[in-house]
């Protein structure tokens, strides 16, 4: 944001509908299958729209280390944790049937285990997601890289084709030397020169986003044709190109149309957000639902369900973020700097904290079946073993509310532990 204004939370709000969508998904309330329609679309979609050119356009697989360097440490310590609680769990009937106590050996083996990426305890199951949301994100990133590696080709081949002299300035490998007067001495490039130059540099990057489509539109097929075909590889890696649109439609968006949720009208955006939520109530009558990891998706289907909840998302966040109270009044309730509202701030810091929100909230509403068990029901005996909760589809709210604000608040809690940590071993 430019200097003297606040800096806009929208996307930390855009993740945190994201991760809460996801959470309301788990409580298995009726109309929860709605979110299945685009709640993972929207983290493919934000990480495409942040994707650094400058910084990873040539360098994928740095790219690809820097998110994997970012998820790691995280994903191992999530799953240790679940490994530290298994027995717990298993005693207290938690587990599934069949769940068994584990000795020394089988905690050590799901210890390593989570540190390639496996998912070795129950409550770990939404982190499927984080090997997937890896592998697509390098994917993209190698496309980006390919398509400029393409276009830079292509440039190079029609400037050969059509001028004598090129400016190595502008390709960086081909040779053109300044304009020579008559006695052979150079003089400073003409205007003529320079409209070439900028042609040439126009011309590399309609070339290289037209690559990227196309390239976007192979992986297209390239997915839809594993999944058609039943075709599974580790890690899901045969959907890293089936949601490779995604991240694709974030960067051209970043690209060409950054602004327009500030250029739409409230009017227009709440309608729009209106229309688009009854589209998704058809699609749910008519039985179209997408679970990703069963390779459940209709075909084409996916991606017209995915783009409408990335705008509806965005749509909604904004509208949100607009909402102001008066200043004195947020200055009570400091939740978090910039925001408009309370609620905004809360959704935007659950988008910051969506990872540990993924992680944890599982685990969280197995608590909370404990605790209904023997303070509301007084029933030691009720099997708590079906997942994610027998419990959460009748009270939703709660396990929506505490599965987000729990992981949330160890969120914060940790940071400030680690940035006190760090604080002392400067001092």
């Known amino acids: 944001m430019a200097e003297g204004k606040q800096r806009s939370l929208l996307w930390d709000i855009f993740k945190g509908f994201g991760i809460i969508f996801i959470v309301f998904g788990h409580t298995g309330k009726v109309g929860g299958a709605i979110v299945y329609l685009f709640h993972l679309a929207l983290f493919f979609f934000v990480t495409g729209y942040f994707f650094n050119e400058e910084k990873y356009g040539d360098r994928p697989f740095v790219y690809l280390g820097h998110r994997i360097a970012g998820a790691w440490p995280k994903y191992v310590f999530y799953c240790t944790f679940f490994a530290l609680t298994h027995n717990y769990a298993v005693i207290h009937g938690l587990m599934t049937e069949g769940s068994v106590i584990y000795g020394t050996s089988e905690f050590i083996q799901s210890v390593m285990g989570s540190m390639v990426f496996e998912r070795p305890e129950l409550y770990s199951g939404p982190m499927w997601f984080v090997p997937l949301w890896l592998l697509g994100a390098g994917l993209f990133a190698g496309v980006v890289h390919v398509s400029g590696g393409l276009a830079e080709y292509l440039v190079k081949l029609r400037i050969k084709t059509s001028f004598r002299r090129i400016d190595k300035k502008v390709m960086g490998t081909v040779e053109d030397g300044p304009s020579a007067s008559s006695d052979g001495k150079d003089k400073n490039p003409g205007p003529e020169l320079t409209q070439k130059r900028k042609r040439r540099v126009s011309s590399y990057e309609v070339l290289k986003q037209a690559v990227v489509v196309i390239l976007t539109a192979a992986c297209i097929v390239v997915g839809q044709f594993a999944v058609d075909n039943g075709i599974n590889i580790l890690y899901h890696m045969e959907l890293a190109f089936v949601i490779e649109p995604f991240f694709a439609l974030g960067y051209f968006m970043r690209k060409y149309l950054p602004d327009i949720q500030e250029k739409l009208p409230v009017p227009l955006m709440i309608v729009l957000s209106a229309v688009i939520f009854y589209i998704f109530t058809r699609f749910i009558e008519a039985g179209i639902w997408f679970d990703l990891a069963s390779q459940l998706i209709f075909g084409m289907w996916f991606y017209v369900g995915g783009i409408l909840g990335i705008v509806f998302t965005i749509f909604i966040s904004k509208l949100l973020e607009k909402i102001r109270i008066p200043d004195e009044a947020m200055k009570k309730i400091p939740i978090i700097k910039n925001a408009a509202n ?66 949330l608040l160890a969120g914060v809690i940790s940071d400030k532990v680690k940035s006190a940590v760090k604080a002392g071993l400067r001092h």
Do not use: C
């Open 342 to 407: 309370p609620i905004a701030g809360l959704v935007a810091l659950a988008g910051r904290y969506s990872f540990d929100i993924m992680a944890l909230h599982i685990f969280v509403f197995k608590m909370l079946d404990m605790v209904l068990r023997k303070v509301y029901y007084h029933d030691p005996g009720m099997s708590l073993s079906q997942y994610p909760s027998p419990l959460s589809m009748e009270w939703w709210i709660l396990y929506l509310v505490v599965a987000v604000m729990v992981p």
